[in-house]
């Protein structure tokens, strides 16, 4: 089988395409033939040993997959040959053939396709865990999505409308935001990319708090970081909840934790890969709300791109640049 391969930390240049030996499934493991494997900005960071994981070299990147069951392993007793599934296995996925244990996979729906699949459960999984469980997001509230028009923040947009908040999506371009809008935003608001100076804070602040009658927001989901984290913290509502979920932008903020005084308000973490490890149970019961909310036609992902295994650099160079909107996925 053909496989992308990392065999030295660097760029996307350096990975290549190599013929591996398929792999065989081992106690309570399947083999998939994958179909789709979506990309995601921790493949960017894995690659060059900038990830919190980092797996012997060489591996394949690649962390989220959707395929078909080929073999299965001793003890495998819910999946047989032939089954649909998405498989979240952290890295591997850029290849032909994928080994990943049976609790590590989801059934796929009758209704949605392999790229589909493939790109639906990190975002959503992720964006899900963050306004149900960590910010127990309420009708009616204001939701502030930076970043909104990236795979988990396009997934935070339209489950914020699902769960009946008013969204307030922020992005970098005026076609970014109109993809936000078409995916249920209320209102939208162009910021600059790149650094910004403490005008441009103030203004984003301004804005926030325009657009929220003043309040500011009742929630802010933060995947980007870097120079937008304080200026949407300091326009969060009194009471309101901070969604740290990652930077995208590429420097971790320094945040003055006397905002977080004067405002009564919390900077929660959102980490959805422990939480699936840690809590199976309310893992499973939230997956199975999405995939409802999928059915009822609640949940649209935005899959802008499909990318061939050979445009594997080309793919991860638009995903760092932040070139993407919604998610883009290889396909073998």
Not at 114 to 119: D, L, P
Not at 141 to 152: C, K, P, Q, R, S
Request: charged content about 25%; hydrophobic content about 40%; aromatic content about 6%.
């Amino acid at each position: 089988m053909k496989a992308i391969l990392c065999k030295e930390y660097g760029p996307p240049e350096k990975l290549v395409i190599e013929e591996v030996p398929s792999p065989e499934p081992k106690k309570g493991q399947v083999v998939l033939g994958v179909q789709a494997a979506a990309v995601n900005f921790p493949d960017v960071l894995i690659i060059e040993n900038k990830y919190q994981f980092k797996p012997p070299l060489p591996f394949s990147p690649g962390g989220e997959v959707a395929g078909v069951v080929k073999k299965v392993g001793e003890g495998v007793t819910r999946l047989k040959v032939g089954d649909r599934v998405i498989g979240s296995c952290g890295w591997g996925g850029f290849a032909e053939e994928l080994a990943i244990d049976e609790a590590r996979t989801t059934p796929i729906p009758a209704e949605m396709d392999f790229v589909t699949a493939s790109a639906f459960l990190m975002t959503y999984g992720t964006s899900h865990h963050a306004l149900k469980d960590r910010a127990h997001l309420k009708p009616g509230e204001n939701l502030l999505v930076l970043g909104a028009a990236g795979g988990v923040g396009l997934a935070a947009v339209e489950l914020g409308k699902a769960m009946g908040a008013r969204v307030i999506a922020a992005a970098s371009s005026e076609d970014k935001l109109a993809v936000c809008r078409e995916h249920g935003a209320d209102e939208t608001i162009l910021y600059p990319t790149g650094a910004l100076d403490k005008d441009q804070q103030r203004e984003l602040s301004d804005k926030i708090k325009e657009l929220t009658g003043g309040q500011g927001a009742d929630v802010v989901y933060d995947p980007v970081g870097g120079d937008y984290s304080e200026p949407a913290l300091r326009a969060t509502n009194w009471e309101g909840r901070f969604l740290v979920v990652g930077f995208a932008s590429g420097p971790i903020p320094k945040i003055p934790l006397n905002l977080a005084l004067l405002k009564g308000c919390q900077i929660v973490g959102v980490f959805w890969g422990a939480f699936t490890g840690r809590e199976p149970q309310r893992h499973q019961e939230n997956l199975k709300e999405l995939m409802t909310w999928f059915k009822e036609g609640k949940l649209r992902p935005h899959v802008s791109r499909t990318y061939k295994f050979t445009e594997v650099a080309e793919a991860l160079n638009d995903m760092a640049a932040r070139k993407v909107k919604g998610k883009i996925v290889l396909v073998p």
